[in-house]
């Protein structure tokens, strides 16, 4: 901020003790002029015959109370500006009517009190103002008359009078508009901040909830088949020696994939793109130089998603129907992430040896998938945290898709997601 910024500023803030000032200022200088005017105007001789001055104020005090009276409201001409224009107006015009006859420089103070109003005040006050200026201008043209032989002197004196109201008018108009548009300006710059930083929070929060989805679809699907492989593998251990070889090697493949999975978010996280879902990272291979992008999982990888559940002993089967389009970026990793939360909530609830389908349906206007079991279903347990239904409906919402879950009519669960498609999409 400059130092004239600075300064508009703190004048701004102390208004009325600069205008207290001002209004100060104003009386010094018409005090005089006023006085010397009118006490030239009345002079009459004295008993021996010598001319002296006479007032029509009264006395000095009373010119004095009449100045201050003109000039004082003016220290309000910014804290209330129509009742000190009102104040200003009224004073001169019974000054002009009852006292003296004549224009006075303390009278040039309405033009003062005509700024004010007009930059300051509402419409009415503004409109009161002009007209009442206006007026007054054409008293002094009735007023020159009657004192005056002369007619064209009255009606020059009435027309400047005119013109100097108009021209102040003006400049205040002038003024007031500048001010406006500063104020919008500010106010607009305002907004903007607060605009941003909302957009900010919002977009923090979406990223926060981004990152739940991702870390809760990785780890909840992970540990889930992790536990069931080892409790079945310890179970089965005394039937079957090679059933805990099975399950270990199967937990290896189920922790390797999911710390992939940890790392290609992690690398999603780092990089300096939007923050929508990516569709994959650039990584590079170490000692080769060579840079490969590691894609995130999308509808086409849902057969190895049901060949890792059927191989941890879940009895489940994928059923694709229609012609396969290519999906918005980040639609396909919905799909995805979706039947994989699905599947986990069949193997965590749906209690043993459930016969699970998943249906993935292209039609014209959308995709559809469907997970159903014939386990629990309403009698399932829950661990009472909800975050796996409330991250599919905020996924499937992102795409401006809907999505049902809940047990189905003759037994089991099951959950149906449908995304739009644009059109022309093949």
């Known amino acids: 901020m400059s130092r004239w910024e600075r300064l508009l500023a703190w004048e701004d803030e102390h208004r009325f003790a600069v205008d207290c000032v001002f209004a100060g200022v104003l009386l010094l200088v018409v005090l005089p002029g006023s006085v010397v005017v009118n006490g030239s105007l009345v002079r009459v001789p004295n008993a021996s015959g010598l001319p002296i001055t006479r007032y029509a104020f009264g006395s000095f005090a009373a010119g004095l109370a009449l100045c201050t009276a003109v000039a004082v409201p003016l220290a309000w001409r910014r804290v209330a500006p129509a009742p000190s224009a009102g104040v200003v107006y009224g004073v001169v015009l019974a000054q002009m009517l009852f006292l003296t006859p004549v224009v006075l420089p303390l009278d040039f103070l309405v033009l ?27 008293l002094v043209t009735v007023l020159l008359l009657q004192r005056s032989n002369d007619v064209l002197t009255p009606f020059a004196a009435g027309t400047f009078a005119f013109l100097m109201v108009l021209a102040v008018w003006a400049f205040a108009l002038a003024r007031r ?28 929060s979406a990223e926060r909830a ?7 679809d990785i780890v909840a699907h992970s540990l889930s088949v992790i536990i069931a492989q080892a409790d079945g593998g310890r179970y089965a251990a005394a039937a079957n020696p090679q059933a805990p070889t099975h399950a270990l090697e199967t937990i290896g493949e189920i922790g390797r994939a999911a710390l992939t999975d940890m790392r290609r978010l992690l690398g999603v996280l780092r990089t300096d793109g939007p923050h929508d879902e990516a569709p994959g990272i650039i990584t590079a291979t170490p000692g080769t130089g060579s840079v490969a992008v590691a894609p995130q999982p999308a509808e086409g ?28 970026p980040g639609a396909g990793l919905t799909v995805f992430r979706i039947a994989q939360e699905s599947l986990t909530n069949v193997l965590k609830h749906a209690g043993p040896d459930p016969n699970v389908t998943v249906l993935l349906a292209w039609r014209p206007e959308a995709v559809v998938l469907e997970v159903a079991d014939d386990g629990r279903g309403a009698a399932a347990d829950s661990d009472g945290a909800g975050q796996g239904l409330v991250g599919m409906r905020e996924r499937t919402a992102m795409f401006g898709g809907t999505l049902s879950a809940g047990p189905r009519p003759g037994g089991g669960f099951r959950v149906r997601a449908e995304i739009p498609t644009p059109r022309g999409v093949s």
């Open 112 to 138: 003062v009190a005509l700024y004010s109003a007009t930059v300051h005040s509402p419409l009415w006050a503004r409109r009161t103002a002009l007209w009442g200026a206006i007026a007054g201008s054409g």
């Open 210 to 216: 981004r990152i739940a989805r991702e870390m809760h």
């Open 301 to 328: 990888d849902l057969e190895d998603l049901v060949a890792q559940l059927r191989g941890a002993g879940m009895r489940v089967s994928l059923a694709r129907v229609g012609t396969p389009r290519n999906l918005p």
């Open 177 to 204: 508009g500048r001010m406006l548009r500063l104020e919008a300006l500010v106010d607009r710059a305002r907004q903007a901040e607060v605009d941003r930083d909302r957009q900010a929070q919002l977009a923090t």
